[in-house]
């Protein structure tokens, strides 16, 4: 569990030895380009400043709605995308510790043995003329595993990791189902053994009863295999189910970050009660008035000014549409980024 | 206590197939229910159930391959100029013609899925409003009109003056959304259809429009039939509930004792399989093994049979079961309890 | 969003699922053993298989595939030598084939005869029923190479006795007494070859420069479509003639061929390359190719490995499309004079003996060429129409 480390520090050239990521002060702005020259206007602040961590093992769940920015996070973690700002403090399999950030792309190939991505839709992240062989293969194959032979007897193993046939890798992609993709796509990024593994959206695109399979092979793939997740989703009670912390994103910016019962019953930031409560309850006899927030969620190319969310918020105050908020611990590992967190009662669910 | 009444709308033995180059699919096949007035039925299934199909086969938007093959859509039209009422079999009708055309939209109406895909891109919203308004009731252009701005009013969208002349594509999606609601009511239908109306919104937008959903439907007392896959949203707005599965009713029942009393192997199943707000963290979740058959294979039998945890050999896998009363107000179509012989 | 539940259509919702389950083995449940061949089958299967349910682009596939063995083939299929000038057999109209004789069934055709008009001064023919010229199939002929190495003599159809000196025209001769039949055959492999020629190196360049485009994008990208629109927007027949009209009148006939079909490729590939470039573009957002960069893949292994595999069958769709235009071009340029010249055969050179009222009121056979480049270009069509729906389904 985590250590008695509570203030995290502006900038570190070290983090506790069980600590595998440490993001500090990420920013991802995106260009509006406009014009026959495609003259700069303007910005979509994608990622507006965000600190997080992540321990080994763990799994931190990453919420919020279109536009918050989760899905970028995410891609800059794994250098998908190059971050505008900030740093990711990465520790590699030797201990030692790397901002994936300032990388050389040649250096950060070098790094992705270490940490994968799980896609959202099974049906495009797959290469629908390769077969499952050379899918799950490829990775391995890159990487130096030449040998055909030693390379099918391990996409056989891990075919029988993720809970399918191995005489399946003659098959292409369409011949399977959603749920059944999913696990390739899972195999394929278990191929060389990371240890950081970024889901994005994972079972959002699949059925409902697809998805209780899939979360439980993740949960026993994080056992046996040690793995840490960086699990990204707009559906809160799968987030609650797998996640052991979670971070709540808003336009860009982490509004609250928490162990995940704390989260849910007592959320200290208006938005996170306001999330809660509008997410409805699988029992009919639980039928609350739900006076839902107002408004529509602000496109990240124009975020309000001051707090992002003070034009929504019921408890709002003059000083939060000049002023942002900082970032505040309120109790061990639950931090909190509202003027008002101190005098504002917010029910969670029971 | 419900109050026995006639139902506005009663499905009997629905069978909508598609043939297609490497078979017939049977995307509906055999499903019966009714809506009664007022009442919000909620429609839940998974991928391949055919709830949108069976729809589309009540509002007679089913294009060839497809077709209706056997089945009635009794459809209860209040005649106000007569002071009468009567039933009618939407299943006979043309679907092109005069009596279908002036029950779409006018008398049953339908919110789709994709809001950015049922508006058209190039019309104003207004025009389209006035258009929906038109086409149904004889009125001049300015008294369309003004229906159309209190429409747009009752369903909470500011400025609704303004909003007229704004193009779909200029609105965010919760305002989109919103706005087919409006369109949807502009003629007071007595049978509302929603079709995943929230699957492509965000959660706190889906609040808003869920509420909205409710406000409407006591306000203009109507019924409504609500497909989706989210068993929270049936749980918060139905009133009666089925559950599909690969083309059949597999259970329907009050909303309470769906959620509290599930009898069907398969709601069973589906319940205790989906992560809600209040299950244990980082618990393994019980699933369903395997995946939905593929519709050209048809098992033979109870189409859950494979699936299914208390399968009886011999009897589940040969003829498929109908919807039996099981309990005073829910019926499941599943041998655990009835005899094969009840099914003939 | 759930993308299982997109209604559109049945089969988008009902994509194949595996035949057999993954729960525990139940001796009353038999799961498959064997793959279904659709489940094994790489792209290019199930593209076949799509395009085989096409009739009318089948047939047009095996239509093309004679054309292209005469075209292989010219001196084979052809009766007479088609450089051969004859004054006294100008202008015999279709002779035609009959099979049919008193004395059996076989392949013959009448003698014709030959009376100069004492006004017009043009050759008139008159056939003679009573007198027939006996065919054969697989005779000796006159002499030629197979591409230029093997000789041979044997013909397809022709004089059932190679030391008789009567000659069979089956399509008649032009003015100059040539036998259109073998013309026409010989015209058959440089129209045909020219459009395919001119096709590859469209492909190659559009592939190229609309690849580096949608790849790279920034400056590449915007030079190059700047470039795309400026071909596109000049008028390409002024472009042509000024540029066929300066080729040196003394270059040999392969030496113009070439030209012609750097020439008519210049102007080409401007499509192809949108296409590719709009591909590249809209691809490098998939996730699959997220996926294979974030598994190391080089930036070359995702071009040629990940990239352009996925839309090969597009490309050859569009190829196949664009052979009948640059048919069509190449035998418009050489109609007016301006693309292959005679001694050269092609579509265009014949019909150009067509260019005068006189010839056609005259002698409307000269017209046929016309024919062979309708159906040509009809086949080729259909045929790449039905490529591209098996291709690409649902677009």
Redesign the interface.
């Known amino acids: 569990m985590p250590s008695e480390n509570l203030k995290m520090p502006a900038s570190s050239a070290w983090l506790a030895p069980e600590r595998i990521l440490e993001v500090q002060s990420l920013r991802k702005y995106f260009p509006i380009r406009k014009g026959f020259i495609k003259k700069t206007v303007g910005q979509v602040k994608s990622v507006d400043g965000i600190n997080f961590h992540l321990d080994a093992g763990e799994t931190l769940g990453l919420v919020g ?2 536009g918050c920015g989760k899905t970028t996070t995410a891609r800059c973690i ?1 250098r ?1 995308l190059k971050p505008s700002e900030g740093k990711i403090q990465f520790r590699k399999s030797d201990g030692s510790l790397t901002d994936v950030a300032s990388l050389e792309e040649k250096e950060m ?1 070098l790094l ?2 270490d940490m ?2 799980i ?3 099974p ?7 390769m ?1 499952i062989l050379d899918l799950i293969g ?2 391995m194959l ?2 130096g595993l030449k040998n055909r032979k030693e390379r099918t007897e391990k996409v056989a193993d891990l075919l029988k990791m993720v ?2 046939r191995p ?2 890798m ?3 992609p ?7 993709r999913q696990r390739i ?1 899972i195999a ?1 990024a278990l191929s ?1 053994n990371p240890r950081l593994i970024v889901a994005d959206e994972p079972v ?10 899939v ?2 092979l993740m ?1 026993e793939l994080q056992e046996s295999l040690k793995l840490t997740y960086l699990f990204v989703a ?1 559906d ?3 987030v ?5 912390r979670i971070a709540v994103m808003y336009v860009g910016k982490i509004v609250e970050s928490a162990p ?2 704390s989260l ?1 019953n007592e959320p200290k930031h208006p938005y996170t009660a ?12 639980i ?1 609350s008035k ?1 006076t ?3 408004g ?2 602000p496109s990240p190319a124009s975020p309000p000014q001051g707090c992002h969310f003070h034009p929504r918020c019921p408890h709002a105050s003059e000083r939060c549409s000049m002023e942002e908020p900082k970032m505040e611990e309120v109790e061990p590992l639950h931090y909190v980024s509202c003027h008002h967190y101190q005098e504002i009662q917010l029910s969670g ?1 029971e | 206590m419900r109050i026995e009444t006639e139902p506005l709308l009663s499905i009997r033995n629905l069978r909508t197939i598609f043939d297609l180059d490497e078979g017939s699919v049977k995307a509906v096949d055999g499903v019966s229910f009714d809506v009664f007035p007022q009442r919000v039925l909620g429609i839940v299934g998974e991928s391949g159930c055919g709830k949108s199909v069976t729809i589309k086969s009540i509002l007679r938007l089913i294009e060839p391959p497809g077709k209706i093959s056997e089945g009635e859509i009794w459809f209860h039209l209040e005649n106000q100029k007569e002071g009468r009422s009567n039933r009618l079999d939407l299943a006979q009708l043309d679907s092109k013609g005069k009596k279908m055309r002036s029950i779409r939209g006018n008398e049953i109406a339908l919110i789709p899925q994709e809001p950015m895909a049922a508006f058209s891109p190039v019309h104003t919203i207004g025009n389209q409003l006035i258009e929906s308004v038109q086409l149904h009731q004889s009125l001049s252009k300015d008294q369309a009109f003004n229906i159309a701005v209190e429409r747009l009013n009752e369903v909470g969208i500011p400025n609704p003056l303004e909003a007229m002349n704004r193009y779909s594509w200029e609105l965010s999606g919760g305002l989109r959304q919103r706005a087919m609601i409006g369109m949807a009511l502009t003629c007071n239908p007595s049978l509302l259809i929603a079709d995943e109306p929230t699957t492509a919104i965000d959660v706190t937008t889906q609040a808003q429009v869920l509420n909205l959903i409710r406000d409407i439907q006591q306000k203009n007392q109507m019924a409504i039939i609500f497909i989706t896959h989210d068993l929270g949203i049936i749980a918060q707005l139905a009133d009666d509930v089925i559950v599909m599965y690969l083309g059949q009713v597999m259970e329907k029942g009050p909303v309470d004792e769906i959620f509290h009393n599930p009898l069907h192997p398969y709601s069973k199943a589906l319940l205790k399989s989906i992560p809600g707000i209040k299950t244990k963290n980082r618990s393994k979740l019980p699933t369903i093994e395997g995946s939905i058959p593929h519709p050209f294979n048809r098992p033979k039998g109870c189409p859950f049979y494979q699936r299914c945890d208390d399968a009886i050999p011999g009897t589940c896998n040969q003829v498929p079961p109908n919807l039996f009363p099981v309990t005073e107000k829910q019926h499941v179509s599943c041998f655990k309890y009835h005899e094969k012989t009840d099914a003939l | 969003m759930n993308s299982e539940s997109t209604n559109s259509s049945v089969e988008e919702v009902f994509q194949p699922a595996p035949m057999d389950s993954e729960k525990k083995m139940d001796s009353n449940k038999v799961p498959q053993e064997e793959p279904e061949a659709i489940e094994v089958a790489p792209n290019w299967k199930l593209v076949w298989w799509r395009f085989k349910k096409h009739r009318l682009a089948v047939i047009s596939g095996w239509i093309l595939i004679i054309i292209a063995l005469i075209a292989l083939f010219p001196d084979f299929f052809s009766t007479q030598n088609p450089h051969k000038s004859s004054a006294m057999k100008s202008f015999i109209p279709v002779q035609g084939i009959h099979f049919f004789h008193e004395q059996g069934i076989f392949p013959h055709a009448y003698q014709l005869k030959g009376k100069r008009n004492r006004t017009t001064l043009k050759m008139e023919w008159v056939a003679n029923e009573s007198r027939i010229i006996p065919l054969s199939f697989w005779v000796e002929g006159y002499d030629y190479k197979i591409f230029g190495l093997i000789s041979s003599n044997i013909h397809f159809l022709g004089v059932s006795d190679p030391k008789s000196r009567k000659t069979f025209h089956l399509l008649g001769t032009d003015r100059l007494g040539r036998d259109q039949l073998s013309r026409l055959i010989h015209g058959t492999r440089v129209s045909l070859s020219i459009g395919l020629v001119a096709v590859f190196l469209s492909i190659f360049l559009g592939i190229l420069l609309g690849g580096i485009s949608g790849y790279y994008g920034g400056w590449a990208d915007l030079i190059i479509q700047r470039l795309i629109e400026i071909l596109q927007s000049l008028p390409p027949i002024p472009i042509w003639m000024a540029l066929t009209a300066s080729l040196p009148r003394d270059w040999t006939v392969e030496q113009t061929y070439f030209a012609i079909t750097i020439i008519l490729s210049l102007l080409g590939w401007t499509t192809l390359g949108r296409e590719v470039r709009g591909r590249f573009l809209s691809m490098r957002e998939e996730d699959f190719i997220m996926a294979a960069h974030l598994a190391g893949c080089s930036q070359m292994r995702i071009i040629f490995r990940h990239m352009l595999p996925t839309f090969t069958s597009h490309i050859i769709a569009t190829s196949t499309l664009a052979i009948p235009v640059m048919i069509i071009n190449e035998t418009f340029l050489s109609f007016l004079g301006l693309g292959m010249r005679p001694p050269a055969i092609s579509w265009g050179v014949l019909l150009q003996e067509a260019q005068n009222l006189q010839s056609i009121a005259l002698a409307p056979w000269l017209l046929l060429p016309g024919l062979a480049v309708i159906i040509t270009v009809l086949t080729l069509n259909i045929l790449g129409d039905g490529l591209r729906d098996a291709a690409d389904p649902y677009s």
């Open positions: 709605e279109s794994l998908a190939r992705r043995t994968q991505m896609f959202q839709d049906f495009a992240s797959l290469n629908p003329r077969n490829e990775p890159v990487n809970g399918l005489e399946y003659q098959r292409f369409h011949a399977f189902s959603g749920g059944q796509v394929r060389l959002s695109a699949l059925d409902v009863s697809v998805q209780a399979q979360l439980n949960l707009h809160l009670s799968v609650k189910h797998i996640s052991d995940t019962n849910f306001a999330l809660l409560s509008a997410v409805p309850v699988a029992d009919p006899r039928r739900m839902p927030l107002e529509d969620v669910i």
